[in-house]
Nanobody
Framework: QVQLVESGGGLVQPGGSLRLSCAASGSIGVIYAMNWFRQAPGKEREFVAGISRSGTFTYYADSVKGRFTISRDNAKNTVYLQMNSLKPEDTAVYYC?????????????????WGQGTQVTVSS
């Protein structure tokens, strides 16, 4: 089993920055790609960013491209999401997810392990 714990969420003004972290524990060896998803009130959970097992390949939703950066430190079993130039529409609960086989996917169903989520609120 794999446990994922997110941290770093909070309240930030428009234009500000936040850095989310997701620490993995348990059967780390089975983790391949890792993603960030988010879910705003009344909306479906959506793909935000993904990173391959080695960290070589990264993928982003069009809505965050150029503003968000995903990275991972396999020595620390942690994936990060640096969020800059935040907008009110980025307000959501952000979830970390990991899959035990395969490369990055934008489909929720492809991910085996999920964190509990961390709230990000962008408001003045």
């Amino acid at each position: 089993q794999v446990q994922l714990v997110e941290s770093g969420g909070g309240l930030v003004q428009p234009g500000g920055s936040l850095r989310l972290s997701c620490a993995a524990s348990g059967s780390i060896g089975v983790i391949y790609a890792m993603n960030w998803f988010r879910q705003a009130p009344g909306k479906e959970r959506e793909f935000v960013a993904g990173i391959s097992r080695s960290g070589t390949f990264t993928y982003y939703a069009d809505s965050v491209k150029g503003r968000f950066t995903i990275s991972r430190d396999n020595a620390k079993n942690t994936v990060y999401l640096q969020m800059n130039s935040l907008k009110p529409e980025d307000t959501a609960v952000y979830y970390c997810a990991a899959r035990s086989i395969g490369n990055v996917s934008t489909r929720l169903a492809d991910y085996d392990y999920w964190g509990q989520g961390t709230q990000v609120t962008v408001s003045s």
